[in-house]
């Protein structure tokens, strides 16, 4: 690789007698990885699934090359996040008991999100993204993992966490940063780096802390994490975070390396904020009338426990617990989207397809075959009529509504294979 001279040097004065072990890492192929999605299934379950999946401990696997997940209908059905193993590793640090509610600041494209949404099924994610096409994909990506008690925001850390006040009990701030753990895969990220470059990042990263450590409450932990390897981005930081916050301490830190781990790289440090931890507190649910939407639940769905909140739109959604009101927040989605009322009836959602526990209860079972028939777009025979989930090896893959016979395919046409 045809790293700049002014990392190499610094690298090799960071590593010294290791450096020459970084470079020959360097040097080999990337290895491609992916998470099993607790939320669906467990690492165990995959590896039946998937034995070509080569699994490192955990949840995390490396693919197999070649390997091209948006033609596997296990990927499509959430089974998976595609992501690198050291990126696994941040959400990794978080403890977390599962009512407790927590915020991935700089949330897209949402592969530690999807874990953090793992740790706390009856809590709250709120996952942000400030750039709003990049907030629509990790929309899209929870929705396909089957996160339900999710509020996604696109909003600048600083006026969200203005208005959450110090709510939660983790904060995630996976920090935008030059990029050093992705020269392997990404020439691109080395042509972009510079010293200067990495001092920008920094400065960056410190008005990100700042306002994340708004939402922190007393006894609460703040997660920091970097795909560099520069101890301005990553050590620096955190001294500099500890003396201008004093009521936080560090409690662990972690580096990972091309050549100390299988993964690309990484850095996390975890903080606390002293004092006691008080319960989790979420504020009352304020309930909508949906005759539409509630007789569509009784009818077509399992239990479902949540508040239901119908928007003037025609959308209903079950909300999440939510520690603090939404008020003034730019939200692209607070729960899980049931469905919306069209010309006086209601029409269910690929969310609620794709969401955790299989809320549907008619479901049309397909082999891999007819999986990816249905991933194209096409009709398929069935003796189900009305609504249904289509699965595949017990994982939703979207909507579907028998008709005379006949499948009828209602899987968005943006998630259909080419």
């Given at each position: 690789?045809?790293?700049?001279?002014?990392?190499?040097?610094?690298?090799?004065?960071?590593?010294?007698?290791?450096?020459?072990?970084y470079l020959a890492a360097m040097a080999e192929p990337e290895k491609r990885a992916a998470r099993a999605n607790g939320l669906k299934l467990s690492p165990e379950k995959l590896a039946e699934l998937r034995p070509d999946f080569l699994p490192t401990g955990g949840e995390g696997f490396l693919l197999p090359e070649g390997f091209a997940p948006g033609r596997d209908p296990l990927h499509a059905g959430g089974a998976y996040y595609v992501q690198e193993l050291s990126a696994q590793m941040p959400a990794s640090l978080f403890d977390?008991?599962?009512?407790?509610?927590?915020?991935?600041?700089?949330?897209?494209?949402?592969?530690?999100?999807?874990?953090?949404?793992?740790?706390?099924?009856?809590?709250?994610?709120?996952?942000?993204?400030?750039?709003?096409?990049?907030?629509?994909?990790?929309?899209?990506?929870?929705?396909?993992?089957?996160?339900?008690?999710?509020?996604?925001?696109?909003?600048?850390?600083?006026?969200?966490?203005?208005?959450?006040?110090?709510?939660?009990?983790?904060?995630?701030?996976?920090?935008?940063?030059?990029?050093?753990?992705?020269?392997?895969?990404?020439?691109?990220?080395?042509?972009?780096?510079?010293?200067?470059?990495?001092?920008?990042?920094?400065?960056?990263?410190?008005?990100?802390?700042?306002?994340?450590?708004?939402?922190?409450?007393?006894?609460?932990?703040?997660?920091?994490?970097?795909?560099?390897?520069?101890?301005?981005?990553?050590?620096?930081?955190?001294?500099?975070?500890?003396?201008?916050?004093?009521?936080?301490?560090?409690?662990?830190?972690?580096?990972?390396?091309?050549?100390?781990?299988?993964?690309?790289?990484?850095?996390?440090?975890?903080?606390?904020?002293?004092?006691?931890?008080?319960?989790?507190?979420?504020?009352?649910?304020?309930?909508?009338?949906?005759?539409?939407?509630?007789?569509?639940?009784?009818?077509?769905?399992?239990?479902?426990?949540?508040?239901?909140?119908?928007?003037?739109?025609?959308?209903?959604?079950?909300?999440?617990?939510?520690?603090?009101?939404?008020?003034?927040?730019?939200?692209?989605?607070?729960?899980?989207?049931?469905?919306?009322?069209?010309?006086?009836?209601?029409?269910?959602?690929?969310?609620?397809?794709?969401?955790?526990?299989?809320?549907?209860?008619?479901?049309?079972?397909?082999?891999?075959?007819?999986?990816?028939?249905?991933?194209?777009?096409?009709?398929?025979?069935?003796?189900?009529?009305?609504?249904?989930?289509?699965?595949?090896?017990?994982?939703?893959?979207?909507?579907?509504?028998?008709?005379?016979?006949?499948?009828?395919?209602?899987?968005?046409?943006?998630?259909?294979?080419?």
């Amino acid at each position: 690789m045809n790293l700049p001279q002014a990392y190499l040097d610094r690298m090799k004065g960071q590593l010294g007698e290791d450096f020459d072990a970084y470079l020959a890492a360097m040097a080999e192929p990337e290895k491609r990885a992916a998470r099993a999605n607790g939320l669906k299934l467990s690492p165990e379950k995959l590896a039946e699934l998937r034995p070509d999946f080569l699994p490192t401990g955990g949840e995390g696997f490396l693919l197999p090359e070649g390997f091209a997940p948006g033609r596997d209908p296990l990927h499509a059905g959430g089974a998976y996040y595609v992501q690198e193993l050291s990126a696994q590793m941040p959400a990794s640090l978080f403890d977390l008991t599962p009512g407790m509610a927590v915020l991935d600041v700089c949330a897209a494209p949402g592969g530690k999100s999807a874990q953090l949404a793992e740790k706390v099924p009856q809590g709250v994610l709120f996952s942000n993204e400030i750039v709003p096409n990049r907030a629509n994909v990790l929309l899209g990506n929870l929705e396909r993992m089957g996160a339900k008690n999710m509020v996604i925001t696109s909003m600048d850390p600083e006026k969200l966490t203005a208005l959450t006040g110090p709510v939660f009990d983790g904060v995630l701030v996976d920090a935008p940063c030059a990029g050093e753990g992705m020269f392997r895969k990404d020439p691109g990220a080395v042509a972009e780096w510079s010293p200067e470059h990495v001092l920008s990042c920094a400065r960056r990263q410190r008005a990100i802390l700042a306002s994340a450590q708004k939402a922190v409450k007393p006894g609460g932990q703040l997660v920091y994490s970097t795909c560099s390897f520069s101890p301005a981005e990553n050590e620096e930081n955190v001294a500099w975070f500890l003396s201008e916050y004093p009521d936080f301490e560090l409690v662990e830190e972690r580096r990972l390396y091309p050549h100390t781990s299988l993964g690309e790289g990484q850095y996390a440090a975890r903080l606390r904020r002293r004092g006691e931890a008080p319960a989790t507190a979420y504020l009352a649910p304020k309930n909508s009338k949906a005759p539409l939407a509630e007789a569509f639940i009784d009818e077509a769905c399992t239990v479902l426990k949540a508040p239901l909140r119908l928007l003037p739109d025609g959308r209903a959604l079950l909300l999440p617990p939510l520690p603090c009101a939404l008020d003034g927040m730019r939200v692209l989605r607070a729960g899980l989207l049931l469905g919306e009322v069209v010309k006086g009836r209601f029409v269910p959602a690929h969310a609620l397809a794709m969401a955790s526990g299989l809320p549907l209860r008619q479901r049309v079972e397909l082999s891999a075959p007819d999986a990816l028939r249905y991933l194209h777009g096409e009709t398929l025979p069935t003796d189900v009529a009305g609504w249904c989930a289509v699965t595949h090896a017990g994982l939703a893959l979207g909507l579907g509504k028998g008709t005379d016979g006949i499948l009828k395919n209602h899987l968005p046409k943006g998630l259909r294979i080419l």
